[in-house]
């Protein structure tokens, strides 16, 4: 089995800053693509950004230049660091992974329970 946990969410803002980790564990033999989603009260829940196979990422428009995702194979780990955040920005982010658990065999979606951030003075 696999667990994905988010943090890093808070109350900051209009114009700051946050990070945020996603951890993964459990059985992870390799981890394909990662993303992040966010959804917003009374939204729809939409992929705000992601690292797709070959290392290329991808941003919603409303995040570009001011959001970054990245990884750390190493320690399993997703980052999105945010900044310039704005009200519009308020959201549960959920952290969103492609795992394979065992050497040949296809790797499977897993998602975290999300981090609240809230941006607002």
């Known amino acids: 089995q696999v667990q994905l946990v988010e943090s890093g969410g808070g109350l900051v803002q209009p114009g700051g800053s946050l990070r945020l980790s996603c951890i993964a564990s459990?059985?992870?033999?390799?981890?394909?693509?990662v993303a992040w989603y966010r959804q917003a009260p009374g939204k729809q829940l939409e992929l705000v950004a992601a690292?797709?196979?070959?290392?290329?990422?991808n941003y919603i428009d409303s995040v570009k230049g001011r959001f970054t995702i990245s990884r750390d194979d190493a320690k399993n780990t997703v980052y999105l660091q945010m900044s310039s955040l704005k009200p519009e920005d308020t959201a549960v982010y959920y952290c969103n992974a492609e795992v394979v658990t065992r050497p040949g065999s296809n790797g499977m979606e897993y998602w975290g329970k999300g981090t609240l951030v809230t941006v607002s003075s």
């Open positions: 459990g059985s992870i033999f390799h981890i394909n693509k």
């Open positions: 690292i797709i196979e070959g290392g290329s990422t």
